[in-house]
């Protein structure tokens, strides 16, 4: 079984009117990192993922999930 | 439109570099052309053998400059995490994997062909290590190829 890092954060950031660039400020990425995590390419640390949740407002849980 | 101040004006920055790394890259391929002609020419006058020694040298600070992800001491605290977040430290890896498995590959390549041919050892050296490099230098060059737009 193939099993896929899902997540919300497009949603999350486009609710908070975040750009890419802008949130890639935020956490100190590169927008490219954003991008591959949200489209999926890439798996972020649990740091990275921290980071993200916080610079977002939610919870690691509500911004990351297991796709099976 | 924003301004960047003077006295910065001339520093790298993280986008500076991203892009410079994305768009030189079609120079490694050139350098070690170049290097081919020279370094292994022994017979050459020393002002030749220097200018190989160079571009040797040249090559070599490329690709670490490309593979173990800039710690330059004057770019700031942000560029440096920048670009060494872990979409980099991801990419360099797994093109340093590419590059040694390359090496393995052509060194064994080498050992099987050296029944047949004989090999000067300055050129299998320089074709195990430059193959690797260029291997490394091209993954890493595919997948950092493009900066995605904003929402792709």
Not at chain 1, 33 to 49: D, K, Q, R
């Amino acid at each position: 079984m193939i099993e896929r890092l899902g997540n919300r954060l497009k949603e999350r950031r486009t609710k908070l009117g975040l750009t890419q660039g802008q949130l890639a400020d935020l956490c100190l990425v590169s927008r490219k990192t954003i991008n591959t995590v949200e489209n999926g390419v890439f798996v972020p640390s649990t740091l990275l993922a921290l980071k993200l949740a916080a610079a977002l407002g939610v919870s690691v849980e509500q911004l990351f999930w297991i796709d099976r | 439109m924003s301004y960047r101040e003077r006295a910065d004006f001339d520093r790298p920055t993280a986008e500076s570099v991203q892009r410079t790394r994305r768009s030189s890259i079609w120079l490694i391929p050139v350098v070690i052309l170049q290097q081919s002609t020279l370094i292994f020419r022994h017979d050459v006058d020393t002002f030749s053998q220097l200018l190989g020694a160079i571009c040797w040298t040249a090559l070599t600070v490329a690709e670490l400059w490309w593979l173990l992800g800039l710690p330059f001491r004057w770019l700031s605290e942000r560029d440096q995490a920048i670009l060494n977040d872990e979409w980099s430290r991801s990419v360099s890896g797994d093109a340093a994997r590419w590059g040694i498995a390359t090496a393995a590959l052509v060194g064994c390549g080498m050992m099987i062909a050296r029944i047949w041919v004989q090999l000067d050892a300055g050129i299998a050296i320089y074709a195990l290590v430059n193959s690797a490099l260029f291997v490394a230098v091209g993954r890493y060059w595919w997948l950092d190829r493009d900066q995605p737009d904003e929402d792709d």
